[in-house]
T-cell receptor, first 109, second 112 residues
Framework: DAKTTQPNSMESNEEEPVHLPCNHSTISGTDYIHWYRQLPSQGPEYVIHGLTSNVNNRMASLAIAEDRKSSTLILHRATLRDAAVYYCILVDSSYKLIFGSGTRLLVRP | NAGVTQTPKFRVLKTGQSMTLLCAQDMNHEYMYWYRQDPGMGLRLIHYSVGEGTTAKGEVPDGYNVSRLKKQNFLLGLESAAPSQTSVYFC???????????FGQGTRLTVV
């Protein structure tokens, strides 16, 4: 299973954009890049996923490097409700979701 | 829609007791998963299933058994509970074509 590397924690001010990085240098050509987040005392929640092209949805944007060895989750305007642990996961054809330790995002009012 | 429902939500067991955790999904997903999450840690995959009647080991399968007799249900069993199995257990299910997973709200298990 390919591994991802994320910073342990990041901080942001409310209503400012947040860029959460993820390194995945051992990614294979068919691995999808998924992002999930986990709010306190809840199960993980799907945020976004992509393969090669940048992706946008109502929650966030995903920017994927041209060599696919890294990606960035972008929250365009952080709110207090976005405070959570964000997980970057590589998903192969087995569809096993192997979680790392994630990035804890703190949002300051 | 109920999504993914876990039963029970809380449980306290004595060492050596057995129990079964039930996960039910109403989205007709082929894939289902069981995870455990210890305090301050990420989720670790225990077992997973790619379809009715099939199961496979994940990262930390020892001490657990699973069954997928019906497509919508995935059962996690502890035959002889140990304090090291105190954790929050999450179930998930996913679409086979996208891998996008939906998680239950968790079962908090304490083994004393």
């Amino acid at each position: 299973d390919a591994k991802t590397t994320q910073p342990n924690s990041m901080e942001s001010n409310e209503e400012e954009p947040v860029h959460l990085p993820c390194n995945h240098s051992t990614i294979s050509g068919t691995d999808y890049i998924h992002w999930y987040r986990q709010l306190p005392s809840q199960g993980p929640e799907y945020v976004i996923h992509g393969l090669t092209s940048n992706v946008n949805n109502r929650m966030a944007s995903l920017a994927i490097a041209e060599d696919r060895k890294s990606s960035t989750l972008i929250l365009h305007r952080a709110t207090l409700r976005d405070a959570a642990v964000y997980y970057c996961i590589l998903v192969d054809s087995s569809y096993k979701l192997i979680f790392g330790s994630g990035t804890r995002l703190l949002v300051r009012p | 829609n109920a999504g993914v429902t876990q039963t029970p939500k809380f449980r306290v067991l004595k060492t050596g007791q057995s129990m079964t955790l039930l996960c039910a999904q109403d989205m007709n997903h082929e894939y289902m998963y069981w995870y455990r999450q210890d305090p301050g840690m990420g989720l670790r995959l225990i077992h997973y299933s790619v379809g009715e009647g099939t199961t496979a080991k994940g990262e930390v399968p020892d001490g657990y058994n699973v069954s997928r007799l019906k497509k919508q249900n995935f059962l996690l069993g502890l035959e002889s509970a140990a304090p090291s199995q105190t954790s929050v257990y999450f179930c998930a299910s996913s679409y086979p074509d996208t891998g996008v997973a939906f998680f239950g709200q968790g079962t908090r298990l304490t083994v004393v």
